[in-house]
């Protein structure tokens, strides 16, 4: 008999808990990637929306079109009502009622999290944030030149947003343990800049033609996977029950198990069985408990700071630089996706070296400190997007997961959602004042902005000075990190 292939073998090799826990890490990370994907678009169309008409003007009169072009109002070809010279603030109120929506739902969206089945909670708001970004673009199509239409769309698409990131790192965290936790999560917390980078490579490609479509079809993507998880999530570790393999759902009523594959490859007959809840399962964590979980307040309050910086450059970076620098639309979002890949690489290194150390405060805080001075314009886009998104990924990502299962719960499980629905949600504040303050601030110069960003940068490395100095004093005696 002729030996299996390689390839064969090493797909063997991996039992079905393997398996799924590859399904589970692949899908949450395609998903949320879907997420970001459809957040992007609105910094690539703001330069769309109000343009240099007066260049384009001199243009057309040098290029033989009739000179009364030339006097037309200054801002004839932008987007009403972006056309009017307050067009930053009317742009920073779009980020602001986004992401505002967002923090405030966030803190709802854990608690609610934890009481629903996650995979019909996530799978409802990716099909709602698809459609709320379709509408986005339609105004375009629609010819819709009404602010109080675009903000309404943004506050309820920012509120649907807001069942992703608890959804998808309580599914991480059922079927990973501690082990490598800050590697795997590093990994797999590179679908935020890979979000942002499709996104402003879509939302590119259309911005300067039909630049609804840069809309329309994240929007559409967002949707289609809100199906795919629908059909395909499994949120929960399995159990091994009579040589078969079953899924337990803790937070459905009495019994709801299902027969998923049978454990060998051998036929074995299907018996019905029953999984009775234990009266005494553990409850969902209140809001007040999650905070009294120490370092939760630390964490939340340094995210709020990180997040500030990393969503201002989200928001704000391509207009930058079509300002600042005179680059097109398309070109300067093709180059604001430097400081994403700076992200996927800084969330994995800063993964790697807080397994290694044991010590995540302190990785943070290092990584904060060397980020201020690249806070600069255009300086090191590359190395300012690492040593930016790192903590904020380390942040939302393995410390979350860690504090979701502090050894002060005695092994209750049900607190991670709320958890990181507080980190994150605390995080969101610092990114919906972001990207408004640097709409405010530009009127004065970009450099107002940058040195906001410094500020914020340095205030997030204060907030974790108690954790650094606890794990750094423990660690002497023996390894320790400040969420122990």
């Given at each position: 008999m002729a030996p ?16 799924y ?10 998903l949320?990637?879907?997420?970001h ?33 030339a ?21 920073g ?13 966030m ?9 629903v089945?996650?995979?019909?909670y ?9 459609l ?27 509120l ?12 991480i ?11 795997i ?36 993507i ?22 078969n393999?079953?899924?337990f ?8 198990t299902?027969?998923l594959?049978?454990r ?6 299907v ?12 409850s969902a964590?209140s809001?007040?408990?999650a ?19 990393s ?6 970076l ?5 300002k ?21 690489i800084g ?34 886009l ?30 209750n499980s ?29 009127t004065?110069g ?10 914020a940068?340095?205030?997030?490395l ?19 990190t400040?969420?122990?």
């Amino acid at each position: 008999m002729a030996p299996l292939p390689p390839g064969i073998r090493f797909l063997v090799s991996f039992n079905r808990d393997q398996w799924y826990r590859a399904l589970t890490f692949c899908l949450t990370f395609l998903l949320y990637t879907s997420f970001h994907l459809s957040r992007k678009p609105i910094s690539i169309v703001k330069s769309e929306l109000h343009k240099n008409c007066s260049s384009l003007s001199e243009t057309w009169t040098s290029s033989g079109t009739p000179s009364s072009v030339a006097t037309l109002p200054p801002d004839h070809c932008s987007w009403k009502p972006f056309d009017k010279s307050n067009y930053k603030q009317l742009l920073g109120a779009m980020d602001y009622s986004f992401l505002c929506a967002y923090a405030v739902g966030m803190y709802l969206s854990g608690i609610i999290g934890e009481r629903v089945p996650i995979r019909l909670y996530l799978s409802v708001g990716m099909w709602c944030s698809g459609l709320f970004t379709c509408l986005f673009g339609l105004g375009y199509f629609y010819n819709i030149h009404s602010l109080s239409f675009y903000i309404t769309v943004q506050v309820a698409n920012g509120l649907v947003q807001t069942t992703g990131w608890p959804s998808v790192v309580t599914c991480i965290g059922n079927w990973f343990g501690k082990g490598r936790r800050g590697l795997i999560m590093g990994l797999w917390n590179s679908h935020t800049s890979v979000g942002n980078i499709l996104g402003s490579l879509i939302a590119g490609y259309w911005v300067s033609s039909h630049w609804g479509l840069s809309f329309l079809v994240p929007g559409l993507i967002v949707a289609a996977m809100g199906l795919v998880c629908f059909l395909f999530l499994v949120e929960h570790y399995f159990a091994h029950l009579h040589n078969n393999l079953y899924l337990f759902v803790p937070t459905q009523s009495h019994c709801d198990t299902e027969l998923l594959l049978p454990r060998d490859s051998e036929c074995v007959q299907v018996q019905p069985v029953v999984v009775v809840k234990s009266q005494s399962e553990p409850s969902a964590i209140s809001f007040m408990g999650a905070l009294r979980i120490p370092g939760v307040v630390e964490f939340s309050l340094c995210l709020l700071f990180a997040k500030l910086v990393s969503y201002t450059f989200l928001f704000w970076l391509p207009l930058y630089m079509t300002k600042a620098a005179h680059l097109d639309a398309k070109r300067a979002g093709d180059l604001s996706t430097l400081f994403d890949v700076g992200g996927i690489i800084g969330g994995v290194l800063a993964g790697v070296v807080s397994d290694k150390l044991d010590k995540r405060a302190t990785t943070c805080a290092v990584m904060l400190l060397l980020a201020a001075p690249t806070v600069s314009p255009l300086c090191m886009l590359l190395v300012c997007g690492g040593l930016v998104n790192g903590p904020y990924a380390l942040i939302t990502t393995a410390v979350s997961a860690d504090l979701g299962t502090h050894k002060s719960l005695k092994g209750n499980s049900r607190a991670l959602s709320t958890v990181t629905a507080i980190i994150d949600g605390t995080g969101s504040v610092g990114a919906a004042l972001g990207p408004l303050l640097a709409g405010l601030l530009s009127t004065r110069g970009w450099d107002q902005v940058f040195y906001m960003l410094m500020t914020a940068d340095f205030l997030a490395l204060l907030l974790l000075l108690r954790l650094v100095t606890k794990e750094l004093s423990c660690s002497q005696s023996r390894p320790i990190t400040a969420v122990q």
